[in-house]
């Protein structure tokens, strides 16, 4: 039987090169594609996907809240028709004043030879009228107020 004896040199060499594959292997762990830089950036991604999912919920159950109020509350209703819709009530009045850039700054009243401008005889023409459609029905498949 023939015994084979290694030379300190390539025993050394074998450690070295064994070494240098460790260090490389934990490298491209940490710092290569898909390696723990990665994770880590990820995980931040996943962090504010969850926060804006969050702030999403809270809106869907605010805009489910409004809903439910418009079918029952016929005041909300009317507010809501005058502050978007620029609506009035039956027997209201709206008065319209001209903008600041309208108003001039001479104070003095015109002179009575002063003839008065000619009121405009062009009228708009109306929009035409469309019937509105009807909503179609709630999806319920979301998440409810009570969440």
């Known amino acids: 039987m023939m015994v084979v004896q290694f030379k300190p040199v390539y025993l050394k060499i074998v450690l070295l090169l064994g070494a240098l594959m460790l260090i490389s292997y934990f490298a491209m762990i940490f710092i290569g594609e898909n390696g723990l830089r990665d994770l880590d950036a990820m995980k931040q991604e ?3 996907i969850n926060i804006k999912n969050e702030e999403i919920q809270q809106e ?12 029952t509350d016929p005041v909300y209703m009317e507010n809501i028709a005058r502050e978007q819709l620029k609506m009035i009530g039956e027997k209201e009045i709206v008065f319209k004043f001209g903008d600041a850039k309208e108003q001039t700054t001479d104070t003095a009243p015109p002179s009575p030879d002063t003839p008065l401008p000619a009121p405009e005889t062009t009228s708009p023409e109306p929009a035409p009228i469309t019937p509105l459609e009807p909503l179609p029905p709630p999806d319920n498949t979301g998440p409810s107020p009570q969440d």
């Open 46 to 48: 996943l962090k504010q």
């Open 60 to 71: 869907n159950v605010e805009i489910y809240r409004k809903i439910e109020r418009l079918k």
